[in-house]
């Protein structure tokens, strides 16, 4: 059976960088299985299989190299790009099946946006022997972390531990030991840790970012979108950085440099939010074919 396999990458910054997702169509005969050794050849940090649905426009699920995950922002902001081009799907309102339930997609020009939960969060501050864990493993000291504020972790959908860093050095200069990391992402249940700073190289944004999932078989991603949630709602709640659209930045300081922007939509009742939508821009990159 041939396997086609388009390459998108979503979140660019203008026309350059983003990161790239496997986009398969189709794929209601594929099985669980064949799905992650699918994945594996494509190689990416995740690939998108699109099939029908009973209970949504379409139904989506995510591999990484590694294992199946339940969401993924970039693959699903690629996947909902490319059926906008074929014409599958028209601006406004639409909608996804996961494994955590369906979820809302919005589509705007030429960009696409998937909803997040409202967030929930936990505080390490009260365990001095994980957080200790938590810093051997990514190589940094107390005094980076930004002033009063200590690593939180934090789910609108996937779990990631968002770590406040006082400036681009301190993230830029991280040394992440990625086998404690995945550990410590298997006992705390985590996707990934997401550290940032509020240095940016770009304009208007609120944050730059970068995010490591080992324990998914993702040393370094260029762009995350459900971390991105997260961040930026914590920069709202923890930090009181003001604004219903709040832009992150991503891949600015990997090696080699993959640039990524992340627009965070926060819909707020007050101040609390109550659900938050994520999206960017996408760009074709090509396909590739896999026999199975």
Not at 184 to 190: C, N
Not at 259 to 268: E, G, N, R, T, Y
């Amino acid at each position: 059976m041939n396997i086609n396999v388009r390459v998108v990458n979503a979140f660019v910054d203008g026309d350059r960088g983003g990161n790239p997702a496997g986009v398969i169509l189709g794929a209601d005969g594929l099985s669980t299985a064949e799905k992650l050794w699918i994945a594996s050849k494509v190689g990416l940090s995740e690939t998108a299989f699109v099939s029908s649905s009973k209970h949504a426009a379409f139904k989506l699920e995510f591999f990484t190299p590694t294992r199946q995950i339940a969401h993924c922002g970039h693959a699903t902001v690629a996947a909902f790009a490319l059926l906008r081009q074929l014409g599958r799907v028209g601006e406004g309102w639409t909608s996804k099946e996961t494994t955590d339930g369906n979820r809302e997609i919005f589509i705007k020009g030429d960009m696409a946006f998937m909803e997040q939960r409202k967030p929930e969060y936990r505080r390490l501050d009260d365990d001095p022997l994980l957080l200790k864990a938590i810093m051997v493993a990514l190589g940094i000291k107390s005094y980076q972390f930004a002033d009063g504020i200590w690593p939180t972790q934090v789910t609108t959908g996937g779990a990631f531990l968002i770590l406040p860093l006082i400036d681009q050095a301190q993230v830029a200069g991280l040394k992440p030991n990625h086998e404690a990391l995945a550990r410590l992402s298997e006992y705390l249940d985590l996707i990934g840790f997401y550290a940032f700073s509020p240095d940016t190289l770009g304009p208007q944004r609120a944050a730059g970012a970068r995010m490591f999932a080992p324990y998914y078989g993702i040393t370094e991603e260029a762009a995350t979108g459900m971390a991105a949630g997260a961040l930026a709602c914590f920069l709202h709640d923890y930090m009181g950085v003001p604004g219903e659209r709040l832009l992150i930045e991503q891949g600015y300081l990997m090696h080699p440099p993959s640039p990524s922007v992340i627009a965070v939509d926060l819909q707020l009742d007050g101040q609390r939010i109550e659900r938050l939508m994520v999206g960017g821009r996408t760009q074709m990159m090509g396909e590739l074919n896999l026999q199975l």
